[in-house]
């Protein structure tokens, strides 16, 4: 079964500071990757997601996330982060089971607390 | 703004009681879904309705029965559920059978069984 890893619990950064979230993935396989961000009191929300083509995609906010297949990692970044970014950020990836085909299963990570202090 | 509405958005219930909750979407999806969020846990995906089809029922006690009439509405119907059942349910939405199409979440009824 596939799974999602995020390695940081909780990570507190001033503002200004760049930031790197961890996530790695278990399945070998074709996959679609997303990042969502829950902000205190919101619903989540997407940030950003990966199908196919360039493996640095870029989402909201300024966020971007790259794509590395031989470390099965899709890790967010940020280059200054804000205030406002403080919130939850999901990593989930969906495997595709088949050539061609998809499934509903979005794998959720267990989230990464996104604490900034101004 | 979200498309996606869920009531009541806190629910407090005794183990015997009958209880359900409601989803809205008003996106025009055709694909809707509940989740079981957990603290310290991840997402749990419990039910995938496409085209008002159950398409996935993702080992979920029976305690625990959805109902989805129309592409619009889903329900999470509750009955004799435990302690370790209180968690935030969430509700979601997509366009297409697709799960690569992004899932547009409900605020969540946060649930508390005593």
């Known amino acids: 079964a596939q799974s999602v890893s995020q390695h940081n619990h909780h990570v507190i950064l001033s503002e200004a500071a760049s930031l790197e979230l961890g996530c790695n993935y278990s399945y070998g396989g074709t996959v679609n990757l997303f990042w969502y961000v829950q902000y205190p009191g919101q619903h989540l929300q997407l940030l950003l997601k990966y199908f196919s083509g360039d493996p640095l995609v870029k989402g909201i906010k300024g966020f971007e996330a790259e794509f590395i297949k031989s470390k099965f990692s899709f890790n967010l970044r940020k280059p200054s982060v804000q205030w406002s970014d403080t919130a939850e950020y999901f990593c989930a990836v969906n495997a595709l089971w088949n050539s061609g085909g998809s499934n509903y299963k979005l794998t959720f990570g267990k989230g990464t607390l996104l604490t900034v202090n101004p | 703004e979200t498309g996606v509405t869920q009531t009541p958005r806190h629910l407090v219930m005794g183990m015997t009681n009958k209880k359900s909750l409601k989803c809205e979407q008003h996106?025009?999806?055709?694909?809707m879904y509940w989740y079981k969020q957990s603290a310290k846990k991840p997402l749990e995906l419990m039910f995938v309705?496409?085209?008002?089809?159950?398409?996935e029922n993702n080992s979920v006690p029976s305690r625990f029965s959805p109902e989805c009439p129309n592409s619009s509405h889903l329900f999470l119907h509750l009955h004799t559920l435990q302690p370790e059942d209180s968690a935030l349910y969430l509700c979601a939405s997509s366009q297409g059978r697709n799960v690569g199409n992004e899932q547009y979440f409900g605020p969540g009824t946060r649930l508390t069984v005593t």
């Open positions: 996106l025009g999806h055709n694909a």
């Open positions: 309705y496409s085209l008002e089809e159950r398409v």
